[in-house]
Structures are given as C-alpha cells and as structure tokens.
C-alpha cells in the first residue's frame, strides 16, 4: 500500500505538525508491514494444503497401482500385504483431506478476510492524502490575500478564502484523526483476530 504525494505550492504556515506526520507514517508503514506478512502467510498455507493433498493422493495412486499388479494374483501373501497398503493410503487421504478442510476453514478463509480490510485501508489513506493536498493548496490561496493590499475586493476575497478554507480543513482533520485512531487498534487487533487461527492450525497439524 502505497501513495505518491501531489506537487503543489506549499503554505508558509505549517498544517500538520512533524510530530503527526511522523506517528501517522509510522503506523501507516507498520500496517503496509502487516499487509505484506499476511499476503505471504496466506499464500505460504494454500501451497501447503496443496502439497499435502497431491501427496496423499499420489500415495494412493501408488498403492492402488501395486494392487492391480499381477502379482497379487500369483502370491496371497503379496496381496494381504498390498492390500492393507492400500486400506491404509486411502485412510491418509481420508484423514489428510479431514485436516486440510479444517486448515482451510481456520487459518486460510480468515486469512483472506483479514487481507480484504487492507484495500479499504488503503483508500482511506488516499483520501486523507487527497484532502491534506485541498487543505494546502487553499490555505495557501488564503495567505496570498493576506500578504496583498488591505482593499475592499481583496478583503472581500481574502474573506471567501477563508470561508472555502474551513470546510476542507475540517474534512482533512477529521480525516486525519480517525486513521491516526483507528490504525494502532486494527495493527494490534491481530493478535486476538489470528490466535484461535494459530491454535487450530496447531491442533490440526
């Protein structure tokens, strides 16, 4: 997740102190951490179920194809023997699949769920950014006025300036405000979110 700033004039008054925009970055980067981690952890899983499924398969092709052999015509005891092999791959499998659909329904769907809050997250930012770029391409309209000749029609437009200023100021703080809120608890939220989901995995295994 990620954004590219816009070019614009910036205004001599300082907007958003160094001290907000450092913590709002540093969440912000902490959750684009998160996102990346949670992608590969779901990705990593589904690979895994994959693989133990072609694998059980795999051995009860084996086995069945051990079964069908001539062999088992010729030699009884050959046949018990491949027999039970095959009773015992198709139990795996049974037993395999069992586990995976439990994996799956545990760790990858809320796997999945979690990561589909990062697009929404990420638009947020986006119109956070969006507004902050309002906020100072008007307050910088604003101050012209105010550095211009104290007349009636810069007066009367230095006055809806700042009346276009105020709405657009509000909309970027409040904003503002509810990410630099809701950030830190969605990034600590994923501890309670993923813990039932590391312990089934772990019971499942």
Same mark, same amino acid.
């Given at each position: 997740?990620?954004?590219?700033?816009?070019?614009?004039?910036?205004?001599? #008054?300082?907007?958003?102190?160094?001290?907000?925009?450092?913590?709002?970055?540093?969440?912000?980067?902490?959750?684009?951490?998160?996102?990346?981690?949670?992608? #590969?952890?779901?990705?990593?899983?589904?690979?895994?179920?994959?693989?133990?499924?072609?694998?059980?398969?795999?051995?009860? #092709?084996?086995?069945?194809? =051990?079964?069908?052999?001539?062999?088992?015509?010729?030699?009884?005891?050959? =046949?018990?023997?491949?027999?039970?092999?095959?009773?015992?791959?198709?139990?795996?499998?049974?037993?395999?699949?069992? #586990?995976?659909?439990?994996?799956?329904?545990?760790?990858?769907?809320?796997?999945?769920?979690?990561?589909?809050?990062?697009?929404?997250?990420?638009?947020?930012?986006?119109?956070?950014?969006?507004?902050?770029?309002?906020?100072?391409?008007?307050?910088?309209?604003?101050?012209?006025?105010?550095?211009?000749?104290?007349?009636?029609?810069?007066?009367?437009?230095?006055?809806?300036?700042?009346?276009?200023?105020?709405?657009?100021?509000?909309?970027?703080?409040?904003?503002?405000?509810?990410?630099?809120?809701?950030?830190?608890?969605?990034?600590?939220?994923?501890?309670?979110?993923?813990?039932?989901?590391?312990?089934?995995?772990?019971?499942?295994?």
């Amino acid at each position: 997740m990620s954004w590219i700033p816009f070019k614009i004039g910036q205004p001599k #008054k300082q907007i958003v102190s160094k001290t907000v925009e450092r913590d709002f970055e540093r969440e912000y980067e902490k959750l684009q951490k998160l996102e990346d981690q949670t992608k #590969k952890l779901h990705k990593d899983m589904k690979k895994s179920t994959e693989a133990d499924i072609a694998m059980s398969k795999a051995a009860v #092709k084996i086995s069945a194809d =051990l079964l069908g052999n001539p062999l088992c015509e010729q030699d009884q005891v050959f =046949l018990e023997s491949m027999t039970a092999l095959d009773t015992a791959m198709r139990r795996m499998d049974s037993f395999n699949l069992e #586990k995976v659909n439990q994996i799956q329904k545990t760790v990858i769907d809320p796997l999945k769920k979690y990561s589909g809050v990062f697009p929404s997250l990420n638009m947020a930012v986006k119109r956070r950014e969006q507004a902050l770029q309002d906020y100072k391409r008007l307050q910088s309209k604003a101050e012209k006025y105010e550095e211009k000749e104290k007349t009636g029609p810069n007066m009367v437009k230095l006055h809806q300036a700042r009346e276009e200023l105020r709405p657009v100021r509000e909309d970027f703080e409040a904003k503002n405000q509810q990410l630099l809120d809701e950030m830190p608890k969605f990034y600590q939220s994923r501890i309670d979110y993923f813990q039932p989901s590391f312990e089934a995995l772990i019971r499942a295994r």
